[in-house]
């Protein structure tokens, strides 16, 4: 388990074009630059944002690893939701779901209290 | 010349990125809170703007975290995340390395803040920005306090730093204002983004407008993550603002849950004698 490594590659990914440049041309020599588990390469190559997020990837990092991706933040949303299915909890880190009714459901709910005030 | 402005406001990317998902109602009762505080800066005439943000790994990573940093250099580029995610062009913004230079010596006085050179701009600070000083005609000072990467710098010592960039912007013939950015209660970028807890924000912003200090550090990080989020422990870049305010009190200009946008949209000041 190597989650420090794997958020590592993602936060230069994020903030260095000329990484993301090598990453698009010569994706193994990159991720042979980083100390990963067999898991964490397919998960980082798939990609499997749901794996990532289970893993522990924060969310801070994984959000733009996604957008790089061309994920569309809806889809992100459901990626990770999916991602709990297929491999459990989330195993490190303070990115944990913890339930939630979702936007429409809590939007009613605000725009029905708002109406009886 | 004594701090000329001191207040605090939200920073959530959805606020730009996803603006149009929210109804037009809401989308303008935020952004009109953003123009009246970007107003209010100004009517203080300020020289440069302190922004005290709680940056998402655009700088700091685990290799080698600072619980505080300030920017020095003469201009920061920004915002760091796609384009078209946070809907904000990239731009360099006016930084003033001088007057960053003098703060920081202050402020190392009493706090050991690291200090950058370089530094990008996400959207803690570009967000803000992008609605207080649109023309970004204000030099920026960048702070930044590690809400993100666990150990996180302790509730006390954010205090300590907020009192000393007060203590610096005072000392200095600049006319300085300072802002915290930040959520409260929030669960950002994972499945449950769009969760708010109301009442604890309620009282969050209780005890900052009350300026409570016993009050507002006794939250624990354990409460906050279990209540707040991991998103809460932005609370830090408020109570570094409450601080700077100096037993002030303070006014929440508006606070209105969108789950849309992850957070209760905050803007809020202290009523700093200037």
């Excluded at chain 1, 990963?36 to 390469?41: W, Y």
């Excluded at chain 2, 690291?114 to 990008?120: G, I, L, S």
């Excluded at chain 2, 300026?211 to 830090?236: K, V």
């Amino acid at each position: 388990m190597s989650l420090y490594q794997v958020q590592k590659l993602i936060y230069q990914l994020n903030r260095d074009p000329r990484i993301r440049q090598r990453y698009a041309e010569e994706r193994d020599a990159v991720l042979g630059e980083y100390d990963l588990t067999p898991e964490e390469i397919g998960a980082l190559v798939k990609p499997d944002i749901g794996l990532l997020y289970v893993l522990g990837v924060n969310g801070q990092l994984l959000m733009h690893f996604a957008a790089l991706h061309r994920i569309e933040w809806p889809d992100y949303l459901e990626r990770m939701r999916q991602g709990l299915k297929d491999h459990g909890p989330v195993r490190e880190g303070v990115y944990a779901a913890t339930g939630y009714e979702g936007v429409e459901a809590h939007d009613a709910r605000l725009k029905a209290e708002r109406e009886m005030h | 010349m004594p701090l000329v402005y001191c207040g605090a406001c939200s920073h959530a990317p959805g606020m730009t990125g996803r603006a149009e998902r929210a109804d037009t109602q809401t989308r303008q009762a935020v952004q009109g809170a953003f123009r009246r505080m970007g107003d209010d800066i100004r009517a203080t005439k300020p020289d440069a703007l302190v922004v005290i943000a709680a940056e998402h790994f655009a700088n700091f990573f685990m290799d080698n975290m600072p619980a505080f940093a300030i920017g020095m250099a003469d201009g920061y580029e920004g915002p760091i995340e796609d384009e078209a995610f946070l809907r904000i062009k990239r731009t360099t913004v006016p930084g003033n390395k001088a007057l960053s230079r003098r703060l920081i010596e202050s402020v190392m006085q009493t706090v050991d803040v690291a200090y950058a050179e370089e530094w990008k701009f996400d959207h803690g600070i570009s967000v803000p920005l992008h609605f207080l000083t649109p023309d970004y005609d204000l030099p920026i000072i960048p702070a930044n306090i590690n809400c993100q990467g666990p150990p996180l710098a302790p509730l006390a010592r954010a205090w300590a730093f907020g009192e000393a960039l007060r203590r610096a912007a005072d000392a200095v013939p600049e006319r300085i204002a300072l802002i915290g950015t930040g959520g409260l209660s929030h669960w950002p970028a994972t499945p449950d983004s769009g969760k708010i807890n109301r009442e604890w924000d309620q009282e969050f912003l209780r005890r900052w407008s009350a300026n409570d200090r016993e009050a507002l550090l006794s939250y624990t990080d354990a409460e906050t993550y279990r209540e707040a989020g991991q998103g809460g422990f932005e609370i830090r870049t408020f109570i570094a603002a409450a601080a700077a305010a100096k037993g002030a009190k303070g006014t929440v200009d508006f606070c209105e849950p969108v789950p849309i946008f992850a957070v209760s949209c905050t803007l809020a000041h202290m009523h700093i004698a200037a």
